[in-house]
């Protein structure tokens, strides 16, 4: 039986207590390498053909901002059908070279993603001040500085989460007006982005995300695009009188400014065919206060983000029977195997013929949300490579269980105990562990299935049609939503993982 199909046969009527908030939509602290599920827009169309009506020639469109290396040799301002738009400035300028010559050096490095398979969750310390960035190799830290002084930029070392309205608002004064702030990053420069919505004269709701880029900086967020035609552009001077570029299609809606020292990019999260009009953009256009965001200006050292805390054997207590299980190789139930073992003959049973397995560390964490700890034994081969997990569950009568989980089933563990899955390029999401006694029929089984939160589906119909499915809490959700719910997950605390040797006896 599959896991879905377990989930559903077992847990129909179980449902997660987390609700979809757009205030829980923080853009994800880059904590750990080969994560860029923020950047998840791909294929998000996004540009625009100029209105008959554009005036102010001087100022320049979404097509202007497709990378260098990605703009026709004939005609640089014609629009391609695939691009990479940078959302730190237009054309040629320092900060779209040096993404564009970061990005092109990603797609080369580590393709099939062996480095990073060795490093797993333990970069060096040293490469702690590129964590902004996607850095988990020394080469990709020297990389990126040979980059950063080419083209004259810093590059950023923290980030500080803004929670609140008010805390946006007490940080650059009330620039929002009628918009509403929820919780986003803002780095030491003034670089900043946040979710928020605006529900103007017409009612028809703006949920958008708000992005202001400050010059000098190496910035690392674009948008890869799919069809560059479908948009209409026009220029706009708002009632204060700030020039912009304004894009409304199908799908989504666009705003542009650029305010000489930093570089503002406006996503709404709807379109023509949500009921988005030209005169929605323009009222939101007119309900930011571009005054308050120009000059941009650095964030004392107060607010940068404490240094997180070494791993400490005195964290949360193990329930005792698994504590026995780590320190004195006490007995468990292998749930797969069906026999009752111990930790170190699972591990050699347990091992692809020719290497030898090992727990490499582990965690502590509530994985049911039922207030009983589990305990995640990450396991590695002696080549390096990780190889999956173990979970240990106590049950009420004190044995304790263990389920081996594959690699792709448990990843990313976080402190609440809610981790992505990946079945595959088409089906990913993220939830919660359950655990079940019993099958549907109510023989005696112990087995465990992930509650998704979020997922997406990729499936083939009779017809031979392929199409991808959003959900939350089992309920369709469009893209963005999805897209936006997975950046939220990636932003939580990451679970922490202790040592093997700092296990103690009950």
């Known amino acids: ?20 908030r757009w205030e829980d939509f923080a853009q994800p602290r880059k904590r750990r390498p080969a994560r860029r599920l923020w950047l998840l827009a791909a294929g998000i169309v996004l540009l625009a053909a100029l209105s008959a009506g554009a005036v102010a020639a001087h100022l320049l469109g979404l097509r202007d901002l497709v990378l260098p290396q990605e703009q ?18 237009y054309l040629y300028t320092p900060e779209s070279q040096a993404l564009a010559e970061w990005n092109d050096f990603l797609t080369t490095y580590d393709p099939d993603g062996a480095i990073l398979s060795v490093v797993g ?10 964590h902004c960035y996607l850095v988990y190799t020394q080469d990709m830290a020297d990389k990126l500085e040979e980059i950063a002084a080419k083209y004259g930029l810093i590059l950023h070392i923290w ?10 608002i007490a940080l650059l004064g009330d620039f929002l007006g009628d918009s509403t702030a929820y919780s986003g990053m803002i780095a030491e420069d003034g670089t900043f982005h946040y979710d928020g919505y605006l529900i103007p004269d ?20 674009y948008f890869t695009v799919d069809d560059l035609s479908v948009y209409e552009e026009w220029y706009y001077k708002t009632d204060e009188g700030w020039d912009l570029t304004l894009d409304l299609g199908p799908g989504r809606g666009f705003l542009l400014a650029d305010l000489g ?24 256009a007119d309900s930011f206060d571009f005054s308050l965001l120009t000059p941009a200006h650095p ?21 005792d029977g698994i504590a026995g299980v780590l320190a004195e190789d006490g007995a468990l139930y292998d749930t797969t195997g069906g026999v009752t073992t111990t930790l170190s003959r699972f591990l050699d049973v347990n091992a692809p013929e020719g290497y030898r397995l090992a727990a490499d560390s582990y965690a502590v964490v509530d994985l049911e949300q039922d207030g009983t700890l589990e305990a995640v034994l990450l396991l590695t081969l002696d080549a390096g490579t990780d190889y999956g997990h173990l979970v240990l569950r106590q049950g009420s009568d004190g044995t304790v269980y263990g389920y081996a989980l594959g690699s792709r089933e448990l990843m990313d563990l976080k402190a609440d105990g809610t981790y992505s899955y990946s079945y595959g390029a088409g089906s990913n999401g993220f939830g919660q562990m359950l655990f079940s006694e019993t099958d549907a029929s109510g023989t005696v089984c112990h087995d465990w299935a992930t509650a998704p939160i979020s997922y997406m589906d990729t499936v083939t119909d009779a017809h031979g049609t392929t199409h991808t499915d959003y959900y939350w809490n089992e309920q369709p959700i469009c893209q963005g939503v999805y ?24």
């Open 1 to 20: 039986m599959s896991n879905r199909s377990f989930y559903q046969e077992t847990f129909s009527q179980v449902h997660s207590s987390v609700h979809l």
């Open 483 to 506: 897209e936006d719910a997975l950046a939220a997950q990636q932003s939580k605390e990451d679970a922490s993982w202790h040592s093997m040797q700092e296990i103690q006896a009950p």
């Open 202 to 221: 017409s009612g028809t709701r703006l949920d958008y995300q708000f992005r202001r880029s400050v010059k000098g900086s190496l910035n690392d967020a």
């Open 159 to 168: 980030e500080h989460v803004v929670e609140t309205q008010d805390d946006w």
């Open 261 to 284: 020292d930093c570089f503002i990019f406006v996503t709404v999260l709807g379109g023509t065919n949500q009921g988005v009009t030209k005169q929605d953009m323009k009222n939101l």
């Open 299 to 319: 964030l004392d050292e107060a607010f940068r983000a404490p240094e997180p805390q070494q791993s400490v054997p005195s964290g949360p207590k193990l329930p």
């Open 72 to 89: 026709p040799a004939s005609s640089p301002r014609q629009a391609a059908q695939w691009a990479t738009l940078s959302l730190s400035g």
């Open 121 to 130: 969750n333990y970069p060096e310390p040293a490469l702690d001040k590129y």
